[in-house]
């Protein structure tokens, strides 16, 4: 250990006198005019080149080895460019007539903001106006009709007066309400006479009955008395005890009582016969009387259920004549501009986009490109109104792609692809500005990523792909 430390010190001290006498080897420090006049040997000993050359020599070398490596080493994005403009989402409302009509009056403008139910456009409503009255007034009919004919029924149920039909159809007039109880009364009188006039004839056969039937009774009783008392006279008479003449006047009355009882018996039967009569045709016009109101009562309430629903459709079409907003929201594509206007049906007349909607690209790419994109992919999307150099891009991803092509006047054929942005507005300055639908935007879809150094070789690498190839 002696040994190696005298060593190292004997080193240190060598080191140190050379150091300390370093810069008597050094040649003398001359001035730079006595330079010049030396020998161009001496005078770049004396003199040597500034390094600054070297330097700036190494650091080109240095910046292309940096750029060769990050050529290589480094990735940059490969985007599908497409046009396309914004467009509300598939939520938006399309307001649409649903008959031809003509334009009555235009509420709103092309931007303006509406609320839910605000009246947007009025359409000529005279023909359904008339046709909601129309059915309205044969419905109440329909109703007045079968409230007579229930009436009327109620009366011939309870063999009373009929009922007032105020509670029946209060939603008639006073006057129509006076007019349907009178028609009730005029015919439930019309009944009463005729069913009095038939129990009036009815009674007066029971009448008749009765008083043939006394007449009958009698006769019953006296015709075997007169039978007895002509035999009596018969014997005598056999007998030679009286006078011919006075039995056969006995005999005679026998006759005529007998006669007399086949004639009230026969007149009891033609009696039996009226008084059945009688009831039949009382029988009959409560029947006739209770059909026909059975069959108006039943008349009207197939003709009132039927003209409910045609007056349902009467007032949904009248209403239909007031288009108002559904949704809260923006009118666009307002397409009528004309009071007076005609308008077919089914027509869109508008779109009303929701306030609290997110609005999408449309998109259209390349038949080129269209290998390359699929959903999912990043976006970026550059409004055309701003410039993206100074307010940026925004962010989105592709939503679908068309899986057929659209012919393009310009273009020829290309494919939609919708597109949903990360945010609906874009910064500029201290405001946020939001996206409407129409603007023009250009979509950079990212479909890969690919080395720097590849831009450079490619075109060699075709060239030599071409070149080596045979026709």
């Known amino acids: ?93 399309t307001i649409q007539p649903s008959d031809v009509a003509v334009v009555k009056h235009i509420h709103v403008h092309d931007g303006q903001q509406v609320r839910a139910g605000d009246l ?4 000529d409503g005279q023909i359904t106006g008339a046709d909601v009255q129309r059915l309205d007034s044969d419905l109440l009919a329909a109703h007045i009709d079968s409230a007579r004919a229930r009436a009327l029924l109620d009366a011939i149920r309870h063999g009373g007066e009929p009922p007032s039909l105020a509670a029946s159809i209060p939603q008639a007039g006073v006057e129509q309400q006076r007019a349907a109880q009178q028609w009730v009364q005029g015919q439930y009188l019309e009944l009463r006479s005729s069913l009095d006039q038939s129990a009036a004839e009815i009674e007066q056969r029971a009448a008749e009955i009765h008083s043939v039937r006394t007449s009958i009774a009698a006769l019953g009783q006296t015709l075997p ?10 014997r005598l008479y056999d007998r030679q005890y009286i006078a011919k003449h006075a039995y056969l006047e006995k005999h005679q009355a026998q006759l005529d009582q007998e006669r007399e ?41 197939q003709r009132a259920a039927s003209l409910v629903q045609e007056l349902k459709k009467a007032r949904q079409r009248d209403h239909l004549t007031r288009l108002t907003a559904p949704v809260d929201g923006t009118v666009q594509q307002l397409a009528i501009h004309t009071h007076g206007g005609v ?76 597109i949903q942005l990360d945010d609906d507005h874009i910064r500029v300055g201290a405001n ?33 792909d071409e070149s080596l190839g045979e026709r």
């Open 343 to 418: 308008v077919t049906e089914a027509q869109p007349l508008m779109v009303i986009v929701p306030s609290d909607q997110p609005v999408e690209v449309e998109a259209l790419l390349e038949n080129k490109d269209i290998g390359f994109v699929r959903p999912g992919q990043s976006v970026e999307v550059k409004v055309e109104t701003f410039n993206f150099t100074k307010y940026g891009v925004i962010q989105g991803r592709v939503l679908s792609i068309s899986n057929d092509a659209i012919e393009d006047e310009q273009r020829g054929l290309v494919y939609s692809a919708r």
């Open 432 to 464: 946020r500005v939001a996206l409407s639908p129409g603007m023009a935007v250009r979509a950079e879809v990212k479909t890969d990523k690919r080395k720097v150094i590849d831009y450079f070789l490619s075109p060699f690498k075709a060239y030599v």
């Open 120 to 123: 947007l456009v009025e359409l």
């Open 225 to 234: 008395i007169t039978r007895e008392l002509a035999a009596d006279y018969k």
């Open 261 to 301: 009882l086949a004639l009230q018996q026969a007149r009891l039967g033609e009696l039996e016969a009226a008084r059945k009569a009688a009831q039949g045709r009382h029988d009959n016009v409560l029947a006739q009387t209770r059909r026909s109101m059975l069959d108006l009562q039943h008349e009207a309430e």
């Open 1 to 93: 250990m002696s040994a190696r430390g005298e060593l190292l010190a004997r080193y240190r001290r060598a080191w140190q006198q050379a150091w300390r006498h370093r810069k008597r080897l050094d040649a003398p420090r001359r001035l730079a005019h006595e330079v010049h006049f030396m020998p161009a040997a001496l005078a770049l000993q004396e003199a040597p080149v500034h390094p600054a050359p070297r330097y700036v020599q190494w650091a080109i070398i240095a910046f292309a080895v940096l750029a060769l490596l990050w050529a290589c080493l480094g990735e940059i994005d490969v985007v599908a460019s497409a046009s396309g403009k914004v467009v509300p989402n598939g939520r938006s409302k």
